[in-house]
């Protein structure tokens, strides 16, 4: 396919954003002082804005462009992904988690798991976090490297390292208040840049209904053919769904994972951290407005030989239709000048904060569950942030060292995308357990999270090599022949599970923790903290309620 | 977070997102009177109305920062 020829206008917007991130670093220069301000971002920030933040630094530009593709294939069971597998793990977290992980001051998820636990659960976590996070920075970045070369023509050397030292540079200056200000920048440039899309494709077809009319009742309804896996186009049943993505690997990621869950540490008090999530919800539910429209509105164009809408062949496998192109392709059908820069710099905004909440979250675990906790137990506030900001330099050029790893192995990719259920199911169980149930001991946590993480991998690498078998797989999955997202989500579920029985049956066996020191940290032996008198408006139950009848009512309507 | 030597805190990021839409939002509506390649819709003119609004949008924010910032 031709490249998307750029104006000098469009050119213009993009270099203003890479000046308008970098100057809001220098600004923040001098705001950022203390541990507390690099790493929690002052702790002073209202709902709104932590909320936004929360979202933002999961909405990278994968998931718009992962997901506009996604649609074409799945239809609508992608908003799943929104009102299923994400809203009720973010109000659970609001309403009944986050008072323990806001109340004990802990800097990142693995200090909960120190407190709760022990030193050898924090490692665990930690280690594998820091992980996690380097190689997902990394394979964003040579996505971004390679959905501009594809697209735009850009260098890939040019791409990757111009957009890391952008980022490296304002995350070293402001830590993690510039992450949260970029990333709600992105959010409105998201809006700005992309939601037009959907209106015009709607436009162009004369009104929402004509472009639903005439699909297939599986591109069109969320649970009406779920009945049975072989009905959908994503091969799942209700169950697979409501388990394995509803619950575990929803749960997994909104309710544990520091990357989204440190925006929330940085509120000014415990309702504002309540209510975090709990914002971020209703965003979060507005999101298949742009990617599943655009979805369809796309499906609708490549139907029809006379639109002249063409998808190009998918640059890692080119006998398939790379459908990941098709929101790039609709700012090229729609958008005039400016309006391409727009939505360009909508897209590296998107991949560029994905990075930063990678990079942001890295240094903080490094800081605080690695190097403090193992390394250099006396070391003072200003050296740790010192260290903080050698890790952001450190931590972005590892990333870099991964994307080139990525551009040289491909199949690596398969690997770091499994990473979310070999790290995430299980740590839900362990916190789980740990947060509600006072006789999980520190061994149990251990062993049942280590099991956890074992049967996850062994579950995966069981696929990968084809030593897995149709009947095993039946038991596995439910499927003898499973799409590789049932796949994904039967491994999060036996991660979990394996975990959960694990934890369960070693903590019957050992000593647990006495309840003087479980004050605080454990549901029951937690004095009710009184957030004074809130009117209702200001009440987080008040408004997890509207969010769950809100996405009740959504799922009943597209049923 | 830290206040700084002058004992103020930052500006809020409701004026930074007003700013950075207000000018992309001029900068779009710029574009609609440029010589642009022919694309689907173009008779609606869509950089001219959104781009208004963005400029409309940007122009709020910006004084929610303001006010909010002077409120301390």
């Not at chain 1, 997202?485 to 000593?511: E, H, K, Y």
Request: charged letters at 10%.
């Amino acid at each position: 396919m031709a490249t998307i020829e750029l104006a000098v206008l469009d050119w213009a917007i993009i270099v203003l954003y890479f000046v308008a991130i970098i100057g809001i670093g220098l600004y923040l220069r001098k705001f950022t002082k203390t541990g507390d301000d690099f790493f929690m971002g002052g702790r002073k920030n209202s709902s709104w804005v932590a909320g936004l933040a929360f979202l933002s630094a999961n909405l990278g530009a994968l998931e718009i462009l992962g997901w506009t593709g996604g649609t074409m294939k799945y239809g609508m069971f992608v908003s799943h992904f929104y009102w299923l597998g994400a809203v009720p793990a973010m109000l659970f977290l609001g309403l009944y988690m986050m008072p323990f992980y806001y109340s004990s001051k802990i800097h990142s998820v693995p200090g909960y798991l120190k407190l709760r636990f022990d030193e050898r659960t924090r490692l665990l976590n930690a280690v594998t976090f820091a992980v996690m996070t380097l190689l997902m920075s990394g394979i964003n970045l040579y996505l971004m490297a390679l959905v501009f070369k594809v697209l735009l023509g850009w260098d890939w050397h040019v791409s990757m390292w111009v957009s890391a030292a952008a980022i490296g540079c304002y995350i070293t200056l402001g830590g993690l208040m510039s992450a949260i200000f970029t990333e709600i920048v992105q959010f409105f440039l998201i809006w700005a840049g992309l939601f037009l899309l959907s209106i015009l494709g709607v436009m162009e077809f004369g009104g929402i209904g004509n472009v639903m009319q005439g699909l297939p009742s599986t591109m069109t309804s969320l649970w009406a053919t779920t009945g049975d896996a072989s009905t959908n186009a994503m091969g799942v049943t209700w169950l697979g769904l409501v388990m394995g993505l509803g619950f575990v690997m929803s749960f997994g990621y909104w309710t544990t994972d520091f990357l989204v869950v440190q925006r929330a540490f940085s509120s000014k008090d415990l309702r504002s951290a309540r209510l975090t999530p709990i914002t971020a919800a209703f965003f979060k539910m507005a999101l298949p407005f742009i990617v599943v429209v655009a979805g369809m509105v796309a499906y609708k164009l490549v139907l029809d030989p006379a639109s002249g809408f063409k998808l190009p062949p998918d640059p890692s496998d080119p006998s398939k239709l790379w459908n990941d192109a098709a929101l790039p392709l609709l700012i090229v059908r729609y958008y005039p000048v400016g309006l391409v820069g727009l939505g360009i710099t909508a897209l590296l905004a998107g991949f560029m904060a994905g990075q930063a909440g990678n990079v942001s979250a890295f240094n903080t675990v490094w800081t605080y569950d690695i190097y403090k906790a193992v390394i250099n137990k006396k070391a003072t506030d200003a050296h740790l942030v010192w260290m903080g900001r050698m890790t952001t330099v450190v931590g972005v050029l590892l990333s870099i060292g991964t994307a080139y790893l990525a551009m040289q192995f491909n199949t690596i990719m398969d690997y770091i995308q499994a990473i979310f259920s070999w790290v995430n199911a299980p740590l839900f169980a362990t916190m789980l357990l740990g947060m509600f149930w006072k006789r999980t001991t520190s061994a149990g946590a251990f062993w049942g999270l280590l099991a956890g993480m074992i049967m996850s991998f062994s579950i995966f690498m069981g696929f990968r090599f084809n030593l897995i078998g149709p009947e095993l797989a039946g038991v596995l999955t439910l499927s003898a022949t499973p799409s590789d997202m049932t796949r994904n989500l039967w491994q999060a579920i036996w991660a979990w599970a394996v975990t959960f029985g694990v934890t369960v049956l070693i903590s019957l066996f050992t000593t647990p923790k006495t309840d003087a020191e479980l004050v605080g940290l454990v549901k029951g032996m937690t004095p009710k903290v009184d957030e004074g008198k809130v009117w209702l408006l200001g009440r987080p139950g008040f408004w997890a309620a509207v969010a769950l009848v809100v996405v009740i009512a959504l799922n009943a309507y597209f049923w | 977070m830290s206040q700084d030597t002058e004992g103020r805190e930052p500006l809020p990021i409701w004026f930074f997102v007003g700013v950075i839409l207000a000018v992309y939002g001029v900068l779009v509506i710029a574009g609609n009177f440029m010589t642009s390649r022919p694309t689907v819709l173009s008779e609606t003119r869509p950089g001219l109305w959104w781009g208004a609004l963005m400029v409309v949008a940007g122009g709020i924010f910006t004084a929610i920062g303001v006010v909010a910032h002077r409120k301390g």
